[in-house]
Structure formats: structure tokens, C-alpha cells
């Protein structure tokens, strides 16, 4: 860019000063005393002890931001944020750590967390953060149940955490039955609480036990759905269980992958990329696979027609990819 040009400081004074103001309001906890209720500067800085007039500063930046708003000297979280944040897994507080440990796992490639660590690891983490991420897709759930061709009576939900896709399959679909294959704590706490909390629980069944070895029916599946599953596995395994489903697909079924994939604008990049970097910091050999890594996966299990499901803006990262077996 040319001097004549001018320069675009704007866009890096938002980004850089807008990521100092959210971490410093989440690690004060002057973010969490908004979303609980909130109050005026001084107000909020008394209560936690922080400098009244560095507290407006950064209350008026996140205004500005569109994240808070302030009426009559009082300020209150966007209401979209407050959503957000409760419905983010683990929390916001530890949303905040994950990132708090980027420069460490800058400086040592060390993640925080190993959310696809073994089974046993894997259980525990994800018996706690599947309602949570059930809360989180149900609107995206809600639009992908809605453009899924076909009428499926049979879907098997492989990693189904609280099955939030394939019991909003089932709600749109009235004879579909759903079996829900996880971790046996996952389905016991958190699938089929959602089933029942959603009058479903006559139309589902389990599978329990390892996704990569659980011994599954062959030709049985109009509809296999693997949800936000495959970013746990390096390449080789992920292509792996792939292979593996397709023989449980009735002919004419379709498999659908639903994950990070949401690519082509630049604010579904961004999402993407940041959502890999996310993912980087809490595992040890996750990674988002492209869509273009996945359609060769399907091609090479011997599925064709690969295309995908278009999701709102909103739902970014998330995409889908369906692809039928002949
Ligand atoms: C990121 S969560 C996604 C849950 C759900 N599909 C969704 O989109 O909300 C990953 C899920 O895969 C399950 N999972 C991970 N490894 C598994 C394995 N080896 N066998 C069966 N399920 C597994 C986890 O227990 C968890 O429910």
C-alpha cells in the first residue's frame, strides 16, 4: 500500500486493541460482573476493585465493539453475547484460559488440554461439555434438518454427544429412528436425557463403545451422520472411520459430515482458522480437515455424488458435506 493510499491503521487498532480489551475484562472479571447483571463503571470497578476510570475506558471499548451496551451510565451485555458465552463449553472462565494459553503453546507446542486423548480422557471431558455444545448447535441443527433430502427412517449418530443433530433429524423426520453411538457416559448423561427432554426417547436407541472398533450392522443406515467428530482424529484415523461406516449404509443412504469445514467467504475463514487454533490449544493431534481432504476420503470409501449443505453465516465455522452410497 502507498502512502497516497493512507494507511489502515483503523483495522489493526481494532483488532489488537479490541483482543487487549476483551482479555483484560475477562481476566478482572469485569466481563462476567456485566453479564451478571451489570452497573456503572465506578460500580462495577468498586465491586471488583479495579480503577474506575480504566474500567469506563474498557467498558466503553467493548460498546463500541458491539458486545456491551450502556444506558443512563449502566451498562449490559448484547443480549446474543450473554447467549454465546452460556452456551460456550466449560463455560466462559475457561474459554478465557484456553486462550490465555496461546503464547504457551506458541512458545512450546504444548496444548492445555487433550480432549482426544484416550477413551477414558475423552469420556470424561466430553460427558461434561456435550449439553453445552447440544445448547450451541440446536439453531444449526435446526437449519441442516430442514435441507437434508430424502426421508431417512433409519440414522445412526457416530460421536453423537447429546445427539443434537440426528434428534433434530428425528423431529423433522416422524418415523425416523436414531441410534446414538458414543462413550457409554456420554449417551447415558448426555443423549438420552436430550431424547427424553424432547419426547424422543421411544425412537432412539444406543451403540455404545469405540467409534473406531463398535461392531455396527451392515446395510442398515439410510442416514450416518458424524458430527464434529473427525477433527479429533489425525488424517489417517479420521479417513479410517470413514471407511469403516460405509458398509453399514443401506444402498441409496448418504453420510453426512457436519464439522469446521465452512469455507469460500473471508468471514468464514476467519472462523475456520480461528476455530483451528482453538482446537490446537485443547488437543494434541487435532486439526480441521478441508472439505476438499474429506470429499477425497468419501470418494476413495466409494461414495459419490459429495456436495455440500449450505449453512447460514451464522453458523460458521460449521458446514456439511453429504455424500450417497449407490
Ligand atoms: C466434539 S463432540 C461432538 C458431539 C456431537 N456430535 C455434536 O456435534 O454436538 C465429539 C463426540 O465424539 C465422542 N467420541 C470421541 N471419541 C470417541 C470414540 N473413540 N468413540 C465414540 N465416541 C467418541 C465424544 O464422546 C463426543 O461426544
Partial sequence: MSEAEGIDYQRWMVLSGGAAAIGAAQQTGLLAA???????????????????????????????????????????????????????????????????????????????????????????????????????????????????????????????????????????????????????????????PRAAAEGLSERVRTLPGDMQTVALPAAQYDLIVVANVLRLEPAERAARLIARLVPALAPGGALLIIDAIAGGTPERERARALYALHLAIRSTEGSVHLPATLSGWLAAAGLSDVRAIELPDWAAPTGALLARRA
Fill in 34 to 192: 456485566v453479564l451478571d447483571g451489570g452497573g456503572s463503571a465506578r460500580a462495577l470497578a468498586e465491586r471488583l476493585k479495579l480503577d474506575a476510570r480504566a474500567s469506563a475506558c474498557v467498558l466503553d471499548a467493548l460498546v463500541a465493539l458491539e458486545l456491551l451496551r450502556v444506558a443512563d451510565g449502566v451498562y449490559a451485555a448484547q443480549p446474543w453475547l450473554g447467549a454465546v458465552l452460556q452456551s460456550i463449553p466449560g463455560g466462559a472462565a475457561h474459554d478465557s484460559r484456553l486462550w490465555n494459553h496461546a503464547p504457551d503453546f506458541l512458545r512450546t507446542g504444548a496444548p492445555l488440554l487433550h480432549m482426544d486423548g484416550s477413551n477414558d480422557a475423552r469420556e470424561n471431558a466430553y460427558r461434561l461439555v456435550t449439553q453445552a455444545l447440544g445448547r450451541m448447535f440446536a439453531g444449526a441443527a435446526r437449519e441442516l434438518a430442514a435441507r437434508i433430502p430424502g426421508t431417512p427412517a433409519q440414522i445412526l449418530d457416530v460421536g453423537c454427544g447429546s445427539g443434537v443433530w440426528s434428534l433434530q433429524l428425528a423431529a423433522r423426520f416422524s418415523a425416523a429412528t436414531v441410534t446414538g453411538q458414543d462413550l457409554p457416559k456420554v449417551l447415558e448423561e448426555s443423549f438420552l
